[in-house]
């Protein structure tokens, strides 16, 4: 059961008369301890309470220092030290365990702090047997990803989630429910708008297990060393994926943010968080994603979705449509056509016209993809041959044209494709890759040896409550120069 729970007017009523009569005051701008003090200082956790109360049961023995706890993971995620030096490093560092509301004498142990990790992501799979998968032989060109498992993917996933539909991934709805704690409060401070606009980019998470596995066959006793037997992985739910920046294949997970750029305070801040499986196409992460923030934060308006190429389908165009947000999302590869004859077009109505110098004929608009179609005069009983013709295409059912109809949001979107406003948004998308970056070097996610799924959500997740605290303490910082500037003045 969940024990007694210290206010953060109490915690901070604690660190003050802790701290304030040392030599060199840690909540001094000055102090080498500044950034990780202030930012646990400001951090209210009181809302923590409710969200972990139905995650203990009414019985047993009371965990206590449970928002303690929470602080120690965001000092750990700030300083960027492993779980098991922490007990010694609270006990001799007087400053940091003051942060982080404890005393020489209530320092959690190393299991409490893992309880807690498993209070909000629950517990890892145990290493388990499952077939061994060679390093895939991947052949891709530069910038391209790995293309998604099954066709059409976003257009099922679309139709059901414009029904209503969602698919609950029980992880991401923990780690986001925290998320928010973060969000509100810099929603709070002015650095989140009522009307956002958000950015969304995948990026590679490689786990710390190798994905060789440990063999528990026979084979090396009969002399085969290069078995396909099933072997014993450490991380079970890990697989290869295909890391399109690097040019090589990666062994671990995906990880799909949605982020958000402020630019009064210049600050880029995480709003959604999601691990997936490695071979996850973004596409299908950014309809989940989009949809579970949208229902997540109703009091938010979403302005714009901006991905880059990956989302570029048409289902994701009118699935934004039909929420009323706007896409500004870059387009991929255009689809090589037949282009063996050129096709002038009439510009006052926009009509093909065939060689003969004839309009081409209305033949109906496409049912899979967004066009109109346009046929041969001639072949449509429309016009008599003339000197073109010789030179127009061979087949008897005449030669065909298509062009992209108004109504193509992929094409004709809401803001119109090149213009300031939408160039204005897409160059803010960067905001997406300047979280991955931070997250993942920053904060050291990238470099983590952690395995398993949920050990990888709950570091990115303090890794991403980090950076909103940075932003925050960025406004209060500049809001205490100005004052210090006006009193001096």
């Known amino acids: 059961m969940l024990g007694s729970w ?48 139905e995650r ?23 300083l960027k030290k492993p779980i098991s030096r922490w007990n010694s490093t609270l006990k001799s560092n007087f400053i940091l365990r003051t942060a982080c509301g404890l005393t020489k004498n209530d320092i959690p142990d190393i299991s409490s702090i893992y309880a807690f990790n498993y209070r909000v992501t629950g517990k890892e799979q145990r290493p388990r047997l499952r077939s061994f998968k060679r390093r895939p032989k991947y052949k891709f060109k ?52 009522d009307r956002v606009n958000v950015s969304g980019d995948g990026t590679c998470m490689e786990t710390g297990a190798s994905p060789y596995g440990k063999k528990t066959c026979g084979c090396k006793s009969k002399g085969v060393f290069d078995c396909d037997c099933p072997r014993e992985f450490s991380d079970p739910s890990a697989n290869w994926g295909w890391d399109s920046h690097n040019e090589h294949p990666f062994y671990g997970y995906s990880g799909y943010f949605l982020s958000t750029y402020d630019n009064t305070h210049k600050v880029d801040l995480p709003l959604y968080l999601r691990i997936v499986d490695a071979k996850r196409h973004d596409s299908v992460s950014a309809l989940v994603s989009i949809a579970e923030f949208y229902d997540r934060y109703p009091q938010l308006s ?46 006052h109505n926009a009509i093909p016209i065939c060689p003969s110098g004839h309009r081409m004929v209305y033949s109906g608009d496409g049912v899979t993809r967004p066009r109109s179609k346009w046929r041969c005069p001639r072949v449509m009983g429309k016009a008599e041959k003339g000197s073109g013709c010789d030179t127009c295409s061979s087949s008897s059912y005449g030669r065909t044209v298509y062009t992209k109809p108004s109504w193509d949001l992929r094409i004709f979107c809401r803001i119109p494709r090149g213009t300031d406003g939408w160039k204005k948004l897409m160059n803010s998308r960067t905001a997406s890759e300047r979280v991955n970056n931070r997250i993942l070097n920053d904060y050291g996610i990238g470099n983590t040896r952690r395995r398993g799924k949920k050990r990888i959500a709950f570091a990115t997740l303090m890794a991403a409550i980090n950076i909103h605290l940075d932003a925050q303490l960025k406004i209060q910082m500049s809001e205490y120069n100005a004052r210090s500037n006006i009193s001096t003045a």
């Not at 210290?6 to 701008?29: E, I, K, M, T, W």
């Not at 925290?178 to 708008?193: F, M, V, W």
């Not at 947000?325 to 077009?345: D, E, F």
């Open 302 to 347: 979403i302005g714009a979705f901006i991905s880059d190429s990956a989302s570029d389908n048409q289902a994701t165009y009118e699935l934004l449509d039909e929420w009323g947000i706007n896409s500004v999302i870059a387009l991929g590869k255009p689809i090589k056509g037949n282009n063996k004859y050129p096709v002038p077009i009439d510009n």
């Open 6 to 53: 210290r206010s953060h007017a109490d915690y901070r009523n604690f660190v003050l008369q802790r701290l304030g009569g040392c030599h060199s005051n840690p909540l001094s701008p000055e102090h080498e301890y500044f950034p990780i003090v202030a930012k646990l200082f400001i951090f209210d956790l009181d809302p923590l309470k409710d969200i972990l109360a």
């Open 56 to 78: 203990y049961s009414f019985t047993g023995r009371p965990a206590t220092n449970q928002p303690e706890i929470m602080r120690i993971f965001i000092l750990m995620q700030h």
């Open 142 to 193: 530069k910038g391209e990803k790995l293309p998604p498992k099954h066709p059409n993917i976003t257009r099922r996933l679309a139709d059901r989630l414009s029904t209503g539909r969602r698919f609950r991934d029980p992880l991401a709805e923990s780690i986001n429910s925290l998320l928010a704690l973060a969000i509100k409060q810099s929603y709070s401070n002015g650095l989140i708008g």
